[in-house]
């Protein structure tokens, strides 16, 4: 995927900068949308949300959505638009049975990151961290 979508971009600051994971729902969705209800955009946003979720004490709906996001990724190539894709799904099936696990092995709420691996993306990514979105948009 190369000439990436605004809309992208901005998941991928949300997610890896600004460690906003309401943002990336919001900016995901939109482009889940427009693009014709992708299954790599879902199986993104629902990691995100996964980590929103954990975040605010809501380990069941973390699980929930971590699964459903992991279910959806799995399956595709390692590295996908401008992302390392199987880094995040095999981080995610960890945080997820870490989830699992609370109970008997508390851990504290930690971030993912989305490894950029082509440069034009990771481009685009620095100039908005440079130059942020408005969240009024």
């Not at 605010?56 to 399956?75: A, M, W």
């Not at 401008?82 to 699992?100: C, F, N, W």
């Not at 008997?104 to 993912?112: I, K, N, R, S, V």
């Amino acid at each position: 995927m190369r000439g990436y979508e605004q809309l992208y971009v901005a998941f991928i600051y949300y997610f890896n900068v600004e460690r906003d994971y309401f943002e990336c729902h919001e900016v995901m969705e939109e482009l889940w949308l427009e693009e014709g209800r992708n299954l790599v955009f879902q199986g993104l946003l629902q990691i995100a949300v996964g980590l929103y979720h954990f975040r605010n004490g809501n380990v069941s709906g973390s699980i929930k959505l971590f699964t459903q996001g992991i279910d959806k990724l799995g399956e595709e190539p390692e590295v996908l638009y401008g992302i390392r894709l199987g880094k995040l799904v095999g981080e995610s099936r960890v945080y997820a049975e870490k989830l699992r696990r609370l109970a008997e092995e508390p851990f504290a709420f930690y971030d993912l990151d989305i490894e950029v691996v082509d440069p034009e993306l990771r481009g685009l990514v620095e100039a908005m961290r440079e130059n942020p979105p408005s969240r009024e948009e």
